[in-house]
């Protein structure tokens, strides 16, 4: 059965008299609800909503400062993001229905989401704390209670950590140049690590010369998806821990694949091509044939470059539903960029 990806169209709908509607192109960050159905995501320097079909977005978030790398909990109520509204790089939480951000975490080093545990209220926390050198980052777990103190689990330079879904083990990657980079072999190469957090042995799952980046786990636990090019360019992977299998997911040849996501119940697959997300439905079954993945958006959007967020020339209608976007829903003061 051929694989199908098509592209998410996230439109912004500007508060002017003529309610234009301005596409969002390259999303710095985002995440899936439990059931694939809601999207969150950064851009612009906000954290914004909407369907994982794509469509209009709502702004969660409003503040100069910029709020990135958006995590949503897993009872689908809670986003957690990180911002330097507060000076260094902090973990906030916020309601998906709107409020006031929480800060939850204090240390004067800042502190990066990379991922929430499955079952107990804890953070898996990227952060540079008493390690010298070019490499000092470790992997922390940071309690969601911010009375709580942080506790180191992962002493090795590492980053991309990700919780299986039983929490005990964690996916990860050492090493590697950046993402954005192409071609490069050698021994800089991103390579993708399993560490048990019960033996705290770590095992390679998978080699290859490009490069193995951005694991996410399956729901079960079994197999995870990476984005390597062995296939000449960065595509989606699929590897089975138990027979060592691995399947080539999407085959896009044009340039590369970067941050894929996956719902929680396994059933929607989404990552960044160019400038556009795209969804992979289930079931994640490899196309018989190369394809650039080039498919009609799901709703039409100007052909113009997007620009920066406008403040409106005019005052917003009072009325939400009228002009297509829901207003910011933070309690903090709008910011009118210069």
Request: charged share 20%; proline share 12%; hydrophobic share 30%.
């Amino acid at each position: 059965m051929r694989s199908m990806s098509r592209i998410l169209s996230l439109l912004l709908c500007f508060l002017t008299p003529s309610f234009a509607q301005q596409e969002i192109l390259v999303p710095s960050g985002f995440d899936l609800s439990k059931d694939g159905k809601t999207l969150i995501f950064a851009w612009a320097d906000d954290i914004w909503t909407s369907s994982a079909d794509g469509g209009l977005a709502k702004r969660l978030t409003h503040h100069p400062a910029p709020d990135t790398n958006p995590h949503l909990s897993p009872d689908g109520k809670t986003v957690y993001f990180n911002s330097t509204r507060l000076g260094p790089n902090h973990i906030f939480s916020i309601p998906l229905t709107g409020g006031t951000p929480e800060q939850l975490t204090f240390h004067s080093e800042g502190s990066t989401l990379q991922d929430l545990h499955p079952t107990e209220p804890k953070l898996l926390i990227l952060a540079r704390r008493d390690h010298p050198g070019r490499t000092p980052f470790r992997l922390f777990e940071k309690p969601i209670n911010p009375n709580q103190d942080e506790q180191l689990i992962v002493n090795a330079d590492a980053t991309s950590g990700k919780y299986s879904p039983n929490g005990k083990q964690i996916l990860l990657t050492r090493g590697g140049t950046k993402p954005y980079r192409k071609g490069h072999i050698g021994p800089q190469s991103t390579r993708t690590w399993i560490y048990n957090l019960e033996n705290k042995k770590f095992t390679e799952p998978v080699k290859h010369p490009s490069g193995c980046r951005f694991p996410i786990w399956a729901p079960d636990g079994r197999s995870f998806y990476y984005v390597t090019g062995r296939s000449g360019s960065f595509n989606i992977w699929h590897h089975h821990l138990n027979t060592k299998k691995d399947t080539q997911i999407t085959h896009h040849l044009d340039d590369s694949v970067i941050l894929p996501n996956l719902s929680a119940d396994g059933n929607t697959l989404i990552y960044r091509h160019l400038f556009h997300l795209y969804q992979t439905p289930a079931p994640l079954e490899p196309s018989p044939r190369a394809s650039t993945s080039t498919t009609t958006p799901f709703y039409p959007y100007p052909k113009s470059k997007p620009s920066r967020l406008e403040q409106p020339k005019t005052p917003p209608s009072p009325d939400p539903v009228s002009n297509g976007l829901s207003p910011s829903t933070e309690t903090s003061t709008p910011w009118t960029p210069s």
